[in-house]
């Protein structure tokens, strides 16, 4: 307990001891950073055995570095796990980031995790373990533990010629996958620990703590859930004054965020040139729904969004081209010499499936 | 022998459908995309291996030298070889080109054949065995290609079959029901159980849509009051895309079949409904292979279509697409813009297309295909299963099947193609590939409710409760989504799991349509309102319900609202005692 006691003490002024460091830690030095540390809220984590009845409560603490700038959520688990009526305790410290994410976990090197035949966990299962709780929508949330230890049955007709690849929902091979081989009872309940009650209440403290500051270092964080949240967080009319960073997450980012961003982006922001440069200038690098999306803006966008786009029409799906040849018969104004050469190249590329459709679209036009 | 079809002010000029040929050999018929290329057309689905000739005779009224088109389509165009291709015999004589190689359905030309007799035996010989097409063949003396047909495909087809504006057949019923998946069959069941004449169109040769033997998705969900009634046509839990289905089938059909007053329509397609004062008049029908047409009329419908095709024809309102979330208040900030976006847009759940192999005690070969590996890239697979699944924001459930219907082909041949490199896979043999897109999310015509999120998260218990479910709210969205790395043919899940909850009989009944109920995924509900009603155990019961209500309507010769306003406590004793 001597470690959980000095934890408790707002600022641990570099006392680390090596028990602190995670073994796992999926973000870049946040821990090595922290300078206070300060219990948030508690929460309890219910025994799946009679024999300890008593709900065993935890602390969440905020841990922030030496300017008093949150950057993570902390909490030391003891828990027991039990299998056929067997119980033993598995000590953990885990992190999460300041969404509630799981980030990292550590142990106490004298407690180490044990599997099914009280054999200690080996490295690659610690690593594997780590694998595990990263994974928010793991096959364990939705199911009890009796689920996963039965037999899951295919009908006879099945067992030899068929195969495939899964049946609805989950089998015990994806399972397994999963799981720290010998290992599934200590998976389960740890997982159910790690995403659990605790971390919608970490959701709700960080949007108490809303400002300014707060969500430029979200937006402008290498990580994709913080740019993502920052990217919530900031109203509309401020996204002109982060367009530089805005451009690098829709590069960089993945398709949903792409999604979002364009969605959001004021019409007034695009019709900037150099702001409808930068996005449009990523189109070739970009999702085929974002670039759908990228098209369906067209018409708020600067007039040079369309000859950007006429560079790559051979990126355009078939309903992705009509769009694009609608907006032109729409504007001939923004039928420029440029956008009319790109045209004449696209209709004489045999390699793009559409290029008949360009053809058929000068032709209508002499 | 077919009809003699003759373009009016070009006696001599010889139109023929596809799907009329009268030995179709190994070509199916797909009347999947009629809405969109104007008619049902034939199909070499061969998974690979070319499927026998189909034949017919045609009797010319002249004799002489003809030029030859078939309206088809290449389709997957790019920079190789055309995956689909097919040759015409006439009389026994191939033509010299090969068809199937033009992007977009178009008339290809065939050849010229000089003609010595009248009655004419045309053939298509499949060349590929992967899904090579052909809507129509078309013969003329002028080498002038049909292009007029393609300006107004639809008019210029009226005008070469002859047709008339109205079907010349009529049929009468007290309930006429469109769509015969597993909400359309538990509406005539429940209906033709309490004596009304139902008649049931489906445009399959076999009941059930996702849950038959042609799609293979087992039923999930409760019975609620209906167990008796679902039991008749539900499945067990085979895998999905398990051959196992054919028994359900075979049950399910004769079950169905059992009824006197059940008039079964397979094989026919409803294309229009017209409604005056916003109630609907009649049905129009069409043989998917024959051509024939059937007006149904009846004082009511279900549109159990899952499109709602009978809704949107006759004017009914209907939304697609996913809400904002601040529409109906259905955030959930757990899965944030996955779950429910802050700006509504297209991306529904997609469809699925699934498949199944077979091991066998001898290597199979399965060539690598350079069309299919766009899409498959380096994904392995030796079998489907639900989260085969395929949306994309510039491609509409509806209007653009076809297209997601063929990505998902060349996704699982060349997943396939990837995985038999391997020793181990060497025995493996694709034993069947479904060409039907199993949906899951369409157009939802709007009732006097509109069905959501928080009548789940509050399990809001209607006076009105005909639909009782437990299975968790499960939407999707494509994985490549959140990870670029993923195939984009690939989907997950995201669950809400709760407790019971009920759906009210006003999201059954179109709001403006006053003779109008609808049944399946098409009823009235949001996106996210759909993620738990749209498995099938559930949508029969949906189907159950509205019989039910017709048979009220029936009695006192009312609209399906009344049933609610004015017998709703007769209308939830009748279904009590159907337990």
Not at chain 1, 137 to 161: A, F, P, Y
Not at chain 2, 302 to 330: L, M, P
């Amino acid at each position: 307990m001597l470690i959980a006691i000095l934890f408790a003490i707002t600022g641990y002024k570099n006392q680390k001891r090596p028990e602190y460091k995670p073994l796992f830690f999926s973000m870049a030095n946040e821990w090595q950073e922290i300078a206070q540390d300060k219990v948030i809220f508690e929460y309890t984590i219910k025994s799946s055995d009679s024999a300890y009845a008593d709900p065993n409560i935890h602390n969440v603490r905020l841990l922030s570095n030496n300017k008093g700038q949150p950057r993570l959520f902390f909490s030391e688990i003891e828990t027991t796990v039990c299998a056929d009526g067997e119980c033993k305790l598995a000590n953990i410290n885990v992190y999460w980031n300041l969404l509630g994410n799981y980030v990292g976990y550590g142990i106490f090197p004298k407690l180490p995790l044990t599997k099914y035949d009280h054999v200690s966990f080996e490295k690659e299962d610690y690593a594997k373990l780590h694998q595990l709780f990263l994974d928010d929508n793991s096959i364990l949330k939705r199911r009890k533990i009796s689920d996963l230890v039965d037999t899951v049955s295919i009908s006879s007709s099945n067992t030899s010629l068929i195969h495939v690849d899964a049946i609805s929902g989950a089998t015990r091979t994806e399972i397994k996958e999963s799981v720290v081989k010998g290992g599934l009872y200590s998976c389960y309940t740890l997982w159910h620990i790690v995403h659990g009650e605790a971390k919608d209440k970490m959701k709700e403290h960080v949007q108490s703590m809303h400002s300014d500051s707060l969500t430029a270092y979200f937006l402008y964080a290498p990580y994709e859930d913080y740019q993502k949240y920052g990217l919530k967080q900031l109203p509309k009319k401020d996204f002109k004054h982060h367009t530089a960073q805005i451009v690098n997450i829709f590069k960089t980012n993945d398709a949903l965020t792409r999604g979002y961003i364009l969605k959001k982006i004021p019409d007034a922001d695009l019709s900037i040139e150099k702001i409808a440069t930068q996005l449009y200038n990523t189109f070739p690098g970009v999702d085929s729904n974002a670039r759908t999306l990228l098209l369906k803006k067209l018409e708020n966008a600067n007039s040079i969004a369309v000859e950007i786009v006429s560079q790559y029409l051979d990126y355009l799906t078939k309903n992705q081209l009509i769009l694009y040849l609608t907006y032109l018969k729409e504007n001939p104004g923004k039928h420029t010499k440029k956008v009319k050469r790109n045209l004449i190249r696209t209709s004489k590329n045999k390699r793009y499936a559409y290029s008949h459709l360009v053809k058929e679209y000068l032709k209508n036009r002499k | 022998m077919l009809h003699l079809l003759v373009v009016k002010g070009v006696a001599q000029d010889v139109f023929i459908e596809a799907e009329n040929f009268v030995d179709k050999g190994g070509w199916v018929v797909d009347p999947q995309f009629v809405e969109q290329m104007g008619s049902p057309y034939i199909m070499a689905h061969g998974m690979g291996i070319p499927v026998a000739d189909a034949k017919t005779k045609v009797t010319f009224t002249e004799k002489g030298e003809y030029h030859v088109w078939a309206r088809t389509k290449n389709w997957v165009p790019g920079n190789w070889e055309a995956p689909g291709q097919f040759k015409i015999a006439i009389n026994g004589t191939y033509l010299k080109t090969v068809l199937g190689t033009a992007p977009d359905w178009d008339w290809e030309y065939a050849g010229k054949v000089k003609l010595k007799s009248n009655t004419v035996e045309i053939q298509l010989s499949d060349l590929t065995g992967f899904n090579g097409r052909c809507d129509a063949i078309y013969f003329n003396k002028s080498k002038k290609m049909p292009a007029e047909a393609e300006a107004n495909l639809a008019s210029w087809r009226k005008i070469v079959l002859a047709e008339t504006l109205a079907p010349e057949k009529q049929k009468n019923y007290d309930l006429v029901i469109t769509g015969g998946g597993l909400a359309g069959c538990a509406a005539a069941i429940s209906a033709a159980e309490q004596g009304l004449n139902v008649a049931l169109i489906h445009d399959r040769p076999v009941l059930g849509g996702n849950a038959s033997e042609e799609v293979r998705v087992h039923t999930l969900g409760i019975y609620g009051k209906y167990e008796r009634i679902l039991k008749m046509i539900d499945t067990k839990h085979y895998p999905n895309g398990s051959s196992d289905a054919k028994y359900d089938q075979e049950r399910r059909d004769r079950n169905v079949k059992s009824f006197k007053n059940i008039d079964l329509f397979l094989n026919w397609r409803g294309y229009d409904a017209v409604a005056e004062n916003n109630s609907i008049q009649y049905v129009d029908a069409r043989h998917t292979s024959t051509g024939a047409r059937i007006r149904f009329k009846a004082p009511r419908f279900v549109d159990a279509t899952g499109d709602g095709w009978i809704g949107f024809w006759a004017g009914a309102e209907f939304s697609y697409g996913r809400e904002s979330y601040k529409t109906y208040g259905e955030s959930w900030d757990k899965w944030g813009e996955l779950w429910s976006p802050e700006e509504a847009d297209d991306f529904v759940m997609g469809s699925s297309v699934l498949w199944e192999n077979e091991e066998t005690n001898e290597a199979q070969e399965f060539s690598e295909l350079p069309w299919a590996k766009d899409v498959a890239k380096e994904h392995k697979a030796t079998a489907g299963e639900w989260y085969w699944e395929f949306s994309r924001n510039d491609l509409h459930q509806i209007h653009d099947a076809e297209e997601i219907r063929d990505h998902m082909l060349r996704a699982i041949y060349g997943s396939f193609a990837n995985a038999k490199k391997l020793e181990k896979n060497k025995n493996y043999k694709l034993q069947w590939v479904s060409y039907l897109v199993g949906k899951r999310e369409s157009r939802r015509l709007i009732g006097d409710y509109i069905y959501t999120f928080n009548d789940v998260r509050n399990n809001t218990k209607f006076e009105d409760a005909v639909v009782e479910e437990i299975r968790e709210v499960d939407v999707h969205y494509q994985r490549d989504l959140k990870d670029k790395e993923e195939p984009d043919f690939l989907s997950e899940a995201l669950f809400y799991k709760t407790k019971k909850y009920y759906i009210p009989y006003r999201s059954l009944y179109s709001k403006n349509i006053e003779n109008l109920f609808m049944a399946g995924r098409n009823f009235s509900c949001s996106h996210i309102g759909l993620g738990g009603p749209r498995v099938m155990l559930t949508t029969g019961q949906m189907g159950a319900a509205v019989g039910l209500a017709a048979v009220i309507c029936e009695k006192y010769n009312i609209n399906p609202r009344e049933v609610y306003t004015n017998h709703l406590q007769e209308y939830l004793d009748l279904i009590e005692k159907q337990q």
